[in-house]
Nanobody, 124 residues
Framework: QVQLVESGGGLVQVGGSLRLSCAAT????????MGWYRQAPGKERELVAA???????TYADSVKGRFTISRDNAKNTVYLQMNSLKPEDTAVYYC??????????????????WGQGTQVTVSS
């Protein structure tokens, strides 16, 4: 199977920065899209940023100019650099990998996977 392991969340003051990382592990052949979603208390999960293999990044309007998504395909890892953080950025951030081509024994599968979530808290 495939697992997504996130790191980098924590508590930061307004205007500060954090960098989230998410590494996909398993017998992975390729990953089409990697991205980050977030869910604040009482709200629905929303897309923060996503990056398709060989494509341009997509950002939520609320984070444009402050967040940057990048990926290292050799490491099956996606990063989210978050600058100028605001209290409204407080949420659990989830890593997502879509269009994952992976192997179990000799069999080939395609799937979508989620990380366990990492808390980001921005204090004012």
């Amino acid at each position: 199977q495939v697992q997504l392991v996130e790191s980098g969340g924590g508590l930061v003051q307004v205007g500060g920065s954090l960098r989230l990382s998410c590494a996909a592990t398993g017998r992975i052949v390729s990953i089409n899209t990697m991205g980050w979603y977030r869910q604040a208390p009482g709200k629905e999960r929303e897309l923060v940023a996503a990056l398709t293999n060989g494509g341009s990044p997509t950002y939520a309007d609320s984070v444009k100019g402050r967040f940057t998504i990048s990926r290292d395909n050799a490491k099956n890892t996606v990063y989210l650099q978050m600058n100028s953080l605001k209290p409204e950025d407080t949420a659990v951030y989830y890593c997502n990998a879509g269009g994952v081509h992976y192997l179990i024994i000799q069999y080939s599968y395609m799937g979508e996977f989620w990380g366990q979530g990492t808390q980001v808290t921005v204090s004012s």
